[in-house]
Nanobody, 122 residues
Framework: QVQLVESGGGLVQAGGSLRLSCAGS????????MGWFRQAPGKEREFVAAITWSGNYTSYADSVKGRFTISRDNAKNTMYLQMNSLKPEDTAVYYC???????????????WGQGTQVTVSS
């Protein structure tokens, strides 16, 4: 089993930056792909970014491409989401998840974190 815990959310002004972290435990961290999703009030959860177990391949939603960077440090059992040039529409609860591959990141989630709130003020 995989357990995930997010941290790093908060309140930031538009144009600012935040870095989210997702700590994994319970299964060899380097054995699974990981992803970030977000859910804004009244909206469905949406994909943000994904990364392979090795960190060699990443993918992003068009809405965050060029502004967000996903990365992982397998030695620290932690994945990150660096968010720059934040916009009010990035306001949401951000969740991390684990899956066998990046191709299954949306269809076969092994686990979800509890979420961390990101609020971007205009």
């Amino acid at each position: 089993q995989v357990q995930l815990v997010e941290s790093g959310g908060g309140l930031v002004q538009a144009g600012g930056s935040l870095r989210l972290s997702c700590a994994g435990s319970g299964r060899t961290f380097s054995s699974y792909a990981m992803g970030w999703f977000r859910q804004a009030p009244g909206k469905e959860r949406e994909f943000v970014a994904a990364i392979t177990w090795s960190g060699n391949y990443t993918s992003y939603a068009d809405s965050v491409k060029g502004r967000f960077t996903i990365s992982r440090d397998n030695a620290k059992n932690t994945m990150y989401l660096q968010m720059n040039s934040l916009k009010p529409e990035d306001t949401a609860v951000y969740y991390c998840n684990a899956s066998p591959t990046t191709a299954t990141i949306q269809s076969v989630p092994w686990a979800w974190g509890q979420g961390t709130q990101v609020t971007v003020s205009s």
